[in-house]
């Protein structure tokens, strides 16, 4: 028999016979690989693990618990499923069934939409021919033949696709898979058998159009999950579940912070206590702004059109733009996306010398960009919001000392907010881009350079820079470990082109400034959404829309708890009353949903010792104290936004 080459990853090469199968390659190198692998990589081309070699070739074999494994585990899965939903629905025709992000769908044509129970019974299913551990079979056939195999079996997507691999890749053949009865199109690879498949969850089912066009039919998609271990399928539950409970869609209801409504979509209505939050967060931005010497301005929000040609956003943006113009005027305006050339006509409207510079400008403007109703979501994508924008002018030798300055402000906010964990990433020059190789190498290196000499780390994103200039970009991991981009700092050296910007050298020449666009949070909508997530809406004591609820126990004690209202009121702390006449458990239950983090609990005692009795939120009874002590107490705590969760420690309060 004829031999071949196999090159392993390891860079070894081993002498097997041809026909050889991955599988019996990782049984040659060790019992537990055998058991682990799920498929290979054969000359870089995932296959199945059973597929035999007949060339020398190069094989890495990919185990369960790789993110290839998981992926392949996840595909095979929706493999199971449309197997299950087959047998109890004959009349189910099937679409496509790709993995996804930690688990899988498949696009079902019923008559019926699946209910939760119909999803149990698909489940039980799944779970017994995966029991019944049918081999997974791969077979390559001629396109005109599987179009009568698919055509038999009513399998009209099927066929669909299949002329689409004939017309539009221009294949003759292409691979099935057979599991007992079931046979689906796929390009696989697939897990060797079905018992390969056991720790699983269907999630839910959304209607989805065929190929995404709402021409077309609507299709029930079943997403689900699927794990090679019961431990990461619980543990991600888990995070469903927990995830479920942060969505700040459920908290923007639960307490009362925001709205939105049809008359216009994707744009969140802010309630009094959402108003809160935000107005806080515009103020702590602000507070920076006196500390780092930036200026803050208003712009307007609707402007010539001509600017948006001049600025380059309406030939690269305007999908993304709204335009207006007033019946009586000739004249065609947009709304703006971005405050970047108002604030380059600011600075073009003035002389300016190198003793003005680095010019920083601030503004937090309200935006609107059109996003399409698929993509918007929650506070987290809208189609208005404002950031804590600005644009720095500075001359080129000054990039790095600002840039230096900016991350500073920039990681101590977040650290202020708990965002423990910061990644910082360099976008470097893309293929399309303006101004000459020698200004990006030089600002790229200046970046680098600066994020250096301060000990940070960072990683590099290609070619991934803004076509005007390199960026960082500043990701931060919430609660649940998930990854959110905040903020950013880019470097621009078209804009002050296209504006003719300049200002005077100390040489008495005119020269060009660079650009700096910068955001710490960023949109304060979508960072107001990350921040109750991250938070699970346990806001720190500055931040939360009431700091301290009284709650007198009977009406006995109403006047006097007017009175600390009053008094706590008086001293900037926002405070509410709760003199309802219920039971002063059901007065906590609620104050501890709303998640306020004092209570000052007032009975007949605290009258009497002109006291009140504390209750920290989720922590309990903190003790009995003066109404003095509790204001200078939260005052402080407040003024010095000291803690993340508003816990006070024991020996500030006794
Ligand atoms: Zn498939
Ligand atoms: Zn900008």
Not at 134 to 144: L, N, S, Y
Not at 435 to 462: H, M
Not at 610 to 617: D, F, I
Request: proline share 5%; glycine share 6%.
């Amino acid at each position: 028999m004829d031999e071949i080459q196999v090159t392993l990853p390891d860079g070894s090469i081993h002498s097997y016979p041809a026909g050889v199968t991955p599988l019996d390659i990782a049984r040659s190198i060790g019992k537990r690989l055998a058991k682990d692998a799920v498929a290979a990589r054969v000359n870089g081309q995932q296959v199945d693990v059973t597929r035999p070699i007949f060339e020398d070739a190069e094989v890495a074999l990919i185990t369960i618990d790789s993110d290839e494994g998981r992926e392949i585990l996840r595909h095979s899965t929706s493999h199971l499923m449309a197997q299950a939903v087959k047998e109890l629905y004959p009349d189910a025709k099937i679409a496509i069934g790709p993995p996804i992000e930690n688990g899988f769908y498949y696009d079902i044509d019923v008559d019926e939409p699946f209910s939760e129970d119909d999803l149990r019974t698909i489940e039980d299913r799944m779970h017994k021919l995966a029991e019944e551990d049918f081999q997974v079979k791969r077979e390559v056939k001629p396109i005109e033949e599987l179009v009568g195999l698919f055509g038999e079996r009513s399998e009209d997507y099927k066929v669909e696709l299949l002329e689409d691999i004939r017309e539009n890749q221009g294949d003759d053949s292409a691979s099935i898979y057979w599991q007992g009865a079931f046979v689906d199109l796929c390009r696989g690879p697939h897990t060797p058998s079905t018992g390969w498949i056991r720790h699983f969850r269907l999630l839910n089912t959304a209607g989805a159009y065929w190929r995404g066009d709402e021409h077309n039919k609507m299709l029930q998609r079943i997403y689900g999950t699927s794990w090679p271990t019961e431990k990461e399928l619980e543990e991600y539950l888990h995070f469903l579940e927990e995830a479920r409970e942060r969505d700040h869609r459920k908290l923007g209801k639960e307490l009362d912070l925001f709205s939105f409504h049809p008359e216009a979509p994707a744009s969140p209505f802010f309630h009094p206590k959402g108003t809160v939050i935000y107005n806080e967060l515009v103020e702590y931005i602000r507070s920076l702004y006196g500390q780092y010497d930036y200026q803050e301005v208003i712009t307007p929000q609707i402007l010539d059109v001509e600017l948006w040609h001049r600025s380059g956003h309406y030939d690269n943006y305007q999908e993304n733009m709204y335009f207006t113009s007033p019946k009586d005027e000739q004249r065609t305006y947009a709304v703006k996306p971005m405050n970047c050339p108002t604030h380059a006509l600011l600075f073009a409207g003035q002389k300016h010398s190198y003793r003005d510079l680095p010019l920083r400008i601030a503004d937090f403007g309200r935006l609107h960009r059109y996003e399409r109703a698929g993509v918007t979501s929650g506070l987290t994508r809208v189609r208005t919001f404002a950031q804590d924008d600005a644009h720095i002018f500075c001359t080129f030798d000054q990039i790095e000392p600002e840039v230096i300055q900016l991350v500073e402000i920039i990681l101590n906010a977040y650290q202020l907010f708990g965002f423990e964990e910061v990644e910082i990433e360099i976008s470097t020059r893309p293929e399309k881009h303006i101004g000459d190789v020698d200004t990006w190498d030089t600002a790229e290196e200046l970046l680098k350079k600066a994020l250096e000499n301060q000990g940070y780390t960072y990683a590099i994103n290609e070619g991934d820079g803004a076509f005007y200039g390199p960026k960082i970009d500043f990701i931060v991991k919430d609660a649940l470990r998930r990854d959110w981009q905040l903020g950013t700092v880019q470097l621009d050296f078209m804009m002050p082109e296209r504006f003719d910007l300049t200002y005077t050298a100390s040489s008495g020449k005119e020269e060009r400034p660079v650009m700096v666009h910068r955001a710490i949070l960023g949109s304060l909508e979508r960072f107001i959404g990350i921040l109750l997530e991250h938070t699970a809406g346990e806001l720190p004591l500055w931040l939360a829309p009431v700091q301290c609820r009284i709650l007198p126990i009977t009406d006995t004690q109403r006047n006097y708890a007017q009175l600390i209202h009053q008094e706590l009121t008086a001293a900037g702390i926002r405070t509410e009353l709760d003199d309802r006449s219920e039971t002063v458990g059901a007065k906590i239950r609620d104050a501890e949903l709303q998640k306020i983090p004092y209570m000052a609990i007032i009975g007949p005692r605290e009258v009497e010792h002109e006291t009140v009795s504390l209750r920290e939120h989720t922590l309990g009874d903190r003790g009995e104290l003066t109404v003095s002590k509790l204001r200078d107490l939260l005052v402080e705590h407040i003024d010095t936004k000291q803690q993340m969760n508003h816990k006070m420690k024991e020996d500030q309060i006794v």
